[in-house]
């Protein structure tokens, strides 16, 4: 995305910000943080923090720390907020009128807020401060993990709850990200005898339900049922696994973005994955695409289910 000379020259007193939808879960608000801080970037603008509805996920993710926050900015430092329109980042029009926006308040004490839920499809563009910032959080402090660390550690996330009642009343945006569980066992087969592990293979469900509900996963040795575990744990271990088997939430998306591991991960998603060797992707059906499969995972092991 190129900007206007007149545009880099007026932004030394901006900041750019996206507002988290308090009515919505962890993941979509961090889909709206995201976007926020890819934007400040690519209009050339500083970013501002806005909090997450939930002080616990605030102080766990500490994407907040070392940030002047929108609030500071507003009270403190006596910054006129300024609405942009919603735009398509892939619309030049679009974006030529947000630009010019911008440049309209050149040398001016201005922060710039998105409208709310300001779509950016490819989240991955900032993994990095993600990662640093997650990372460099003071709750990392207090982490305590389950895994052991003789093992290699597959997290298997199974959207449920909400999902659940969507299936049932017939909610078309809850329908479209339902899978079954014989999808994620047709997932998790194919990476437990093609997996390259030098260390035993130890899985774990993350999920809401009771264990009965998952029947069909008893059939795999070492597996751990984690049904009762809080969001942020789940979250946590998810981004601290070996390998992360994600479904089509941005509950598992996000530590996805987070982690070093693995992930295998739905093609058919409302956001983008990088084009790397760790992020493998399987079709609707549960299958891989073979080649990455034997690329990546390529050595088969004698784990036995």
């Not at 006596?78 to 926006?101: G, T």
């Amino acid at each position: 995305m190129m900007l206007s000379n007149e545009l880099k020259k007026s932004n030394t007193k901006q900041y750019f910000t996206a507002i988290p939808n308090k009515g919505a879960g962890i993941g979509h608000q961090l889909a709206n943080w995201i976007a926020g801080y890819w934007f400040a970037e690519q209009f050339r603008l500083k970013f501002a923090h806005c909090p997450f509805s939930s002080e616990k996920w605030e102080a766990f993710l500490g994407f907040g720390e070392n940030e002047l926050s929108l609030k500071e900015l507003l009270i403190q430092q006596k910054y006129k907020k300024v609405r942009l329109p919603l735009f398509n980042e892939n619309n030049v029009n679009e974006i030529h009128l947000i630009k010019n926006i911008i440049a309209s308040y050149a040398n001016r004490k201005v922060v710039f807020v998105c409208e709310q839920d300001q779509f950016y499809k490819d989240q991955f563009g900032v993994i990095e401060d993600m990662k640093i910032k997650f990372q460099n959080a003071k709750a990392r402090k207090e982490d305590r993990l389950i895994f052991e660390n003789e093992n290699f550690n597959i997290a298997l996330h199974i959207r449920r709850g909400d999902i659940v009642v969507g299936q049932e009343n017939g909610n078309s945006n809850l329908q479209m990200r339902w899978q079954s569980n014989d999808y994620f066992t047709k997932v998790l087969a194919q990476v437990v005898k093609n997996v390259k592990a030098t260390k035993p293979i130890a899985i774990h469900l993350f999920s809401q339900g009771e264990k009965e509900e998952f029947s069909e996963f008893k059939k795999f040795k070492n597996m751990h049922f984690c049904l009762g575990m809080s969001a942020q744990d789940s979250f946590l271990h998810m981004v601290n696994a070996d390998l992360l088997i994600t479904s089509k939430s941005s509950f598992s998306y996000k530590p996805a973005l987070l982690s070093n591991g693995i992930k295998v991960c739905p093609e058919n998603f409302w956001h983008g994955y990088p084009k790397s060797t760790d992020w493998i992707l399987v079709n609707d059906d549960g299958f891989f695409n073979n080649e990455i499969l034997n690329q990546v995972l390529n050595i088969k092991n004698d784990y036995d289910f």
